[in-house]
């Protein structure tokens, strides 16, 4: 999501080729083996990493300024996020995947790492940098709405009001309501006709 709503902000065409995790097309893996979404191709260039994406449609265009200013406090933001906070986002929607752990711990490990500081952030500004919307506000959003989204009503009733106010301010941007709608799956037509 993060990498598609950085493509549409800088006005970036792209042909959008949806695929299925159990049906990953040898196109695809054949320019980025490790087989994960969302992969970049533009001529002899392969980004498949999210956050390369997001950096280098930013570097063809940013009209409303998401780089360059803040950018310690950009990186440490992206880091906690994608490194310690994604590892208790997997364990927190996937319990079954982890039996030794108890979710309440989870939870609340996540409130410490990251909830918590970006509350008491977003109490003194409306963004995570700023006043302003930033790079890092793109990169965290799909992060914390896929963790509100594992318990709505816990999430509901957790004393971060400026949080909340955060999220339901993304999810109702016109920037994410664009790149959400659902696209049919890709036929990879070549390897149909084995050219
Ligand atoms: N660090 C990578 C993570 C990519 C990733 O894990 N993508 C997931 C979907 S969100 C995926 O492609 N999974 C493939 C699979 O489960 O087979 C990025 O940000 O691009």
Request: one cysteine or more.
């Amino acid at each position: 999501m993060r990498a598609r709503m950085a493509l549409k902000y800088s006005g970036i065409e792209v042909e959008h080729r949806e695929i299925e995790f159990r049906n990953k097309p040898p196109s695809m893996l054949l320019v980025s083996p490790k087989g994960t979404v969302p992969v970049l191709c533009v001529d002899d260039l392969v980004l498949d990493q999210s956050l390369d994406i997001m950096h280098w449609a930013l570097e063809q265009s940013d009209p409303d300024g998401w780089m360059g200013f803040e950018e310690e406090a950009s990186r440490v933001w992206i880091e906690k996020n994608d490194g310690p906070f994604k590892v208790l986002l997997d364990q927190y929607k996937y319990p079954n995947r982890f039996p030794d752990l108890l979710q309440e711990d989870v939870l609340n490990s996540a409130i410490d790492l990251m909830l918590k500081p970006m509350e008491s952030k977003l109490q003194s500004s409306n963004y995570l940098l700023a006043n302003k919307i930033s790079l890092a506000d793109v990169a965290l959003f799909p992060f914390i709405r896929q963790f509100a989204a594992v318990d709505p009503q816990k999430f509901e009733g957790l004393p971060f009001d400026s949080l909340k106010k955060w999220l339901n301010q993304h999810l109702e941007s016109e920037l994410f309501n664009s790149v959400m709608e659902k696209h049919p799956t890709w036929i990879d037509t070549a390897e149909k006709t084995g050219r």
